[in-house]
């Protein structure tokens, strides 16, 4: 898999530690950022894989920094591409090029919460349940089929980063579980719908407590 990533990497390093210890059986062929001082490419190359930047600055259009980013993606082959935190929207003539072999995961209960600031749009909501979702990308931002979710409660006195960081508890199996589904080549994306094991899914799986899925 190739790793997108714009931040601290987080959810990358759960991906690494899963491979390293043998509970995810797969390989991550590279990690691309588009920021060259982003966390996740310490982190890729203290583990000794191929990471790379490219700055959006001087390209004319979103598609012309797509078209380049996305062939060195496509250099180290990736049957799967994960945006693991990566905070660019993917335009639509990538989106269309990768169709069902990208997946990103979001700080909500999608469809609940797209875009950013997730969890202060989730206070401002005053729901009771939050947490995160894995989806296939499509050209409409957060908007592509829901394959997983991980729920976390809203809790009393709840701010923003208190939530924040109850969700990325969660993140990070639910990340790992989804991967192991593409993996073992149970997941697919058929005619805009999750299929797992040949069947469509009716609705998003849910990450229960032990980390597997309900």
């Not at 799986?205 to 597997?212: G, I, K, M």
């Amino acid at each position: 898999m190739a790793v997108l990533a714009s931040g601290r990497g987080s959810n990358l390093q759960a991906i690494l530690d899963a491979v390293s210890s043998g509970t995810l059986d797969a390989t991550v062929a590279g990690v691309f950022s588009d920021k060259p001082d982003a966390l996740a490419l310490q982190r890729a190359r203290d583990a000794g894989l191929h990471a790379e930047a490219l700055r959006a600055r001087g390209f004319a259009s979103r598609d012309a920094f797509d078209a380049a980013f996305f062939a060195r993606v496509d250099s180290v082959a990736p049957d799967l591409v994960v945006c693991a935190g990566y905070m660019r929207i993917i335009g639509a003539a990538a989106a269309r090029a990768l169709a069902g072999r990208t997946l990103n995961i979001h700080p909500s209960l999608l469809p609940d919460f797209r875009g950013l600031h997730t969890h202060r749009q989730a206070l401002d909501a005053g729901v009771a349940e939050h947490g995160a979702s894995v989806h296939f990308v499509t050209a409409e931002l957060d908007g592509g089929p829901v394959i997983a979710q991980a729920r976390v409660p809203v809790l009393p006195g709840d701010d923003e980063d208190t939530l924040a960081a109850r969700v990325l508890e969660r993140e990070h199996p639910l990340l790992v579980a989804s991967l192991r589904l593409f993996a073992a080549g149970r997941v697919a994306l058929h005619e805009d719908r999750v299929h797992i094991d040949g069947r469509a899914l009716t609705e998003p799986l849910q990450l229960s407590c032990n980390d597997t899925f309900a």
